[in-house]
């Protein structure tokens, strides 16, 4: 009997009856690891020749060998080129050892040539024989150096004589003749050009780009050989870079009505890419809105207008038949002056016009263009702080930016409820009534000239506190109005900062100015002794004039300014003031020593009652008729 299971014999007999597939398998296992072996031992002769190429690349330089290194190199280089474009594109590995070389070669080459610029060196022999004798390899790096040289000198980085010299020692090398000699005989041409090459480049430094392609292309015009080829090479670059920006710089002019710009940055941009689809389809946008200038030598009128009424129902209401709504335009009214005014050919200008500023120390006149037919006029928008104490006067609480990044006034009304509701709108405030004037008739502004925003800061700036400072004056402010004191943390402060910039920097690039009107709104600064001014101004500049940006005017609440020649004018103008707004109701302007004086016409309901604006204004077609309780 046997001892064996049932169940052990059946797997014997399987075992037994696959003994020939066992077989088959253990002869493809085999033929696989001697594949494997096969492959490894041929990776590892590959990467140990790799491995030792650049090694013993080295050493054939070192030992002066540069023949063997030579031969190195265009083996494993003529593999490449031999190769398919396929096969080429696998062939990492040859690739990269010949970079190694090339690097080798011209780190040693480039440390000879800069030891002959820095430190007047000679080449000893040794080094005479590795530059001349390792051929092709050498020549493209000190090709490529002395080129660089020549750049050098011609932007003025290096001295001729520290540039011939090296001339002097490379030159004579066999392999390096044929680029040197030309060079060399053309450094007395290079020097001639350094200057007009500099202005250039500094052009471009300067984000003038324009005028660095005009100076490009007259040196191109003026030589010939390497100051020719740098010139038109750098023109390409400069005509690279300059497209998209100074593409966008023209179109975002035409979006902002600076018509005359754009049709001069255009033609300009026409000639350097002529034939360019773009440029051609804006320029004829820019000349579909300009007209012949001319210079104009005749008054000049400045308007000054208040906050606007918003809020008519509290404005005119007959409980507030004592209130102050007479000093203030509503938004009916403005926008029938600008009316008026368009109707007979007045266009806004910048007050900075007339003036050239770059002296800080004297004041140049300007001739003031505007377009044929037209009469220049600015628009000063004064004080433009919400304080509570005028909201019975129906005005905004202050300025913000609605979802289309457009300066709006928010103000007040109360609904059926009996609530205060706040309510946002272009229409609430001079600056979008005038803004979207200017975009129907684009006429009545030259270049995108818009108007002069005057601001303090004592109580707030646009409608907010911006400083701890004027806390406790805004609290004030809104006890006469029995509303509840704020106390704003400095992170809330921080914030109002923001806004506000955003806004000032919304009005700025939509052709607003900004001006001082004294941070504590001085209603007789010409009373004031230097102490005050200077520390009134002090503050205006810190709490103020930081977020508005760089600021030339002051507009005098009261109109009695400080006389030009004033140790606190003198002052003023030291700090960059340089345009000083009085109050008169006649256009009249001034140069004085080192600044701009204007009268400004105060145009409210009250003026346009008593003084005669006729040569402008139809005070009677203006007035709403509502006033009837003031």
């Given amino acids: 009997m046997s001892t064996f299971s049932p169940e052990y014999k059946i797997i014997g007999d399987k075992t037994h009856r696959s003994g020939t597939g066992y077989v088959v398998s253990a002869v493809m296992l085999s033929i696989a690891l001697l594949a494997m072996v096969i492959v490894v031992v041929v990776v590892n002769n590959i990467n140990s020749y790799r491995n030792l190429t650049i090694p013993e690349f080295e050493k054939a330089i070192d030992e002066g060998d540069y023949e063997g290194a030579l031969e190195i190199y265009r083996n494993i280089q003529d593999e490449v080129l031999a190769a398919s474009p396929e096969e080429a594109a696998l062939m990492t590995e040859e690739t990269e050892l010949l970079s190694q070389m090339e690097e080798i070669v011209g780190n040693k080459a480039d440390g000879i040539c800069t030891r002959i610029l820095e430190e007047r060196y000679v080449p000893i022999p040794s080094d005479v024989e590795f530059l001349d004798q390792m051929k092709e390899l050498t020549s493209s790096v000190v090709s490529v150096w002395l080129n660089d040289l020549c750049v050098d000198f011609l932007l003025g980085k290096e001295e001729k004589p520290d540039v011939i010299f090296a001339f002097e020692q490379l030159s004579p090398i066999s392999n390096f003749s044929a680029t040197a000699n030309p060079l060399l005989r053309e450094i007395d041409f290079i020097e001639t050009a350094t200057g007009q090459v500099q202005t250039a480049e500094q052009d471009y430094e300067n984000g003038d780009y324009i005028s660095a392609v005009q100076h490009y292309q007259e040196v191109a015009a003026e030589y010939e050989g390497f100051v020719y080829d740098f010139s038109v090479k750098r023109i390409d670059e400069i005509k690279n870079v300059m497209y998209e920006p100074m593409m966008a710089e023209g179109e975002h002019m035409l979006e902002t009505f600076k018509f005359y710009s754009a049709e001069q940055l255009l033609s300009d941009l026409a000639v350097i890419f002529p034939g360019d689809e773009r440029i051609r389809s804006d320029l004829l946008e820019a000349t579909g809105h300009t007209t012949a200038t001319t210079t104009y030598y005749g008054p000049v009128e400045v308007l000054c207008v208040r906050p606007l009424i918003v809020n008519e129902e509290t404005a005119f209401a007959e409980s507030y038949v004592n209130n102050d709504s007479g000093l203030y335009l509503t938004g009916d009214e403005f926008h029938a002056i600008l009316e008026q005014l368009y109707s007979e050919g007045y266009c806004l200008v910048n007050a900075e016009d007339l003036i050239d500023m770059s002296d800080p120390g004297f004041l140049l006149e300007k001739n003031l263009i505007i377009p044929e037919g037209k009469k220049p006029l600015i628009i000063v928008i004064e004080n433009l702080c919400y304080s509570p104490t005028a ?47 200017v975009e129907q008739h684009p006429d009545f502004t030259y270049d995108g000239a818009k108007g002069i925003i005057s601001v303090s800061g004592y109580e707030n700036c646009f409608g907010y506190i911006v400083s701890a400072d004027e806390m406790d004056d805004r609290n004030q402010a809104l006890a006469t109005q029995n509303i509840q004191p704020v106390d704003l943390t400095p992170e809330e402060i921080s914030s109002n900062r923001d806004t506000v910039t955003a806004i000032a920097d919304t009005l700025r690039d939509t052709g607003w100015q900004f001006a001082s009107c004294t941070y504590g709104y001085i209603t007789n600064a010409r009373s004031c002794d230097m102490e005050t001014i200077q520390q009134d101004t002090e503050k205006w500049l810190e709490q103020i004039g930081s977020l508005l940006g760089e600021t030339h005017m002051i507009v005098y609440p009261g109109g009695n300014y400080i006389y030009g020649t004033d140790e606190r004018a003198v002052y003023l103008k030291n700090l960059g003031f340089r345009i000083f707004f009085g109050i008169g109701s006649r256009p009249y302007y001034t140069y004085g020593d080192n600044y701009l004086y204007f009268d400004r016409a105060i145009i409210s309901a009250n003026t346009l009652r008593n003084i005669d604006y006729s040569r402008m204004i139809d005070a009677d077609s203006v007035l709403d008729p509502d006033r009837r309780f003031e």
């Fill in 391 to 437: 909201y019975d006067c129906g005005i905004c609480r202050r300025l913000v930016l609605n979802d289309r990044g457009q300066v709006c006034g928010e103000y007040a009304v109360t609904n059926e409820r009996g609530d205060e509701e706040l309510m946002v709108s272009r229409e609430a405030e001079s600056i979008g009534i005038l803004d979207a004037f």
